[in-house]
C-alpha cells in the first residue's frame, strides 16, 4: 500500500528556534496534503491544506506566519514552525491525498519546545 | 515492519443495519488502538483502546480490543446515513514509528 513518511519523529528544542517537520509520499505524487495537530484525548485538528505549487489553505485560527508550510513537489511538503514557543508543544500529523481519493497518514512527530 | 489492516476496506449497506468493522495489527511496543471517523476535514476521534476485553460505548458506536488476536471491532448498530463515512484505525507505539494508520474502511449507508 501507499506510504507516507514524516520526519522526525521526534524533536526537542528551545523556545525560540525553529523547527522544520517533513511528510513524503514515498510511492505515489500526492497533489494534496493535510497537517493535523493532535490535542488532548487523541483529536486530531486540521492545521492547513496543502497544494503543490501553490499557497496553503489554513484553517481559522491557525497562524500563517507561524506554521509556514511549504508543497515544493508531488511528493514533499514541509511544516516549519517558526520561533516555537512551549504551547507549540505537540503531536503534528500530516497526511496525503492519493489519486484515489484516499488518505494515508504518517507516523506522526513528536514537538517538544523547552 | 509494523501495519495495520482493516476489513472489510469497502461496505455498502441500508440504514438500519449493523456493521462490524476490523481491525488487526503487527506492531511493536503496542500503546493503544484508536478508532477515527472521517468525513471531510480532519479526523473525529471515536475511541481509544488501551486494555483488552473491555467494550467502550459511545451511542450507537462501540469497539473493543483483542490483545491476544492483536485486534479490535468497531460496531455501528442502527446505522444511519450519516453514519456514511471512513472508519480509521489506528495503532500507537511506545517507540520509534508514533502511529501507524489503516487503509480505512468506507462504508456508506443508503437510505
Known amino acids: 500500500g501507499a506510504v507516507v513518511s514524516q520526519h522526525p519523529s521526534r524533536v526537542i528544542c528551545k523556545s525560540g528556534t525553529s523547527v522544520k517537520i517533513e511528510c513524503r509520499s514515498l510511492d505515489f505524487q500526492a497533489t494534496t496534503m493535510f497537517w493535523y495537530r493532535q490535542f488532548p484525548k487523541k483529536s486530531l485538528m486540521l492545521m492547513a491544506t496543502?497544494?503543490?505549487?501553490?499557497?496553503?489553505?489554513?484553517e481559522q485560527g491557525v497562524e500563517k506566519d507561524k506554521f509556514l508550510i511549504n508543497h515544493a513537489s508531488l511528493t514533499l511538503s514541509t511544516l516549519t514552525v517558526t520561533s516555537a514557543h512551549p504551547e507549540d508543544s505537540s503531536f503534528y500529523i500530516c497526511?496525503?491525498?492519493?489519486?484515489?481519493?484516499?488518505?494515508?497518514f504518517g507516523s506522526g512527530t513528536q514537538l517538544s519546545v523547552l | 515492519e509494523d501495519k495495520v489492516v482493516q476489513s472489510p476496506l469497502s461496505l455498502v449497506v441500508h440504514e438500519g443495519d449493523t456493521v462490524t468493522l476490523n481491525c488487526s495489527y503487527e506492531v511493536t511496543n503496542f500503546r493503544s488502538l484508536l478508532w477515527y471517523k472521517q468525513e471531510k476535514k480532519a479526523p473525529t476521534f471515536l475511541f481509544m483502546l488501551t486494555s483488552s476485553g473491555i467494550e467502550k460505548k459511545s451511542g450507537r458506536l462501540s469497539s473493543i480490543l483483542d490483545k491476544k488476536e492483536l485486534s479490535s471491532i468497531l460496531n455501528i448498530t442502527a446505522t444511519q446515513t450519516g453514519d456514511s463515512a471512513i472508519y480509521l484505525c489506528?495503532?500507537?507505539?511506545?517507540?520509534?514509528?508514533?502511529?501507524?494508520f489503516g487503509p480505512g474502511t468506507r462504508l456508506s449507508v443508503l437510505p
Open positions: 489506528a495503532v500507537e507505539a511506545l517507540y520509534g514509528q508514533n502511529f501507524v
Open positions: 497526511s496525503a491525498r492519493a489519486g484515489d481519493e484516499k488518505l494515508f
Open positions: 496543502s497544494n503543490e505549487g501553490s499557497k496553503a489553505t489554513y
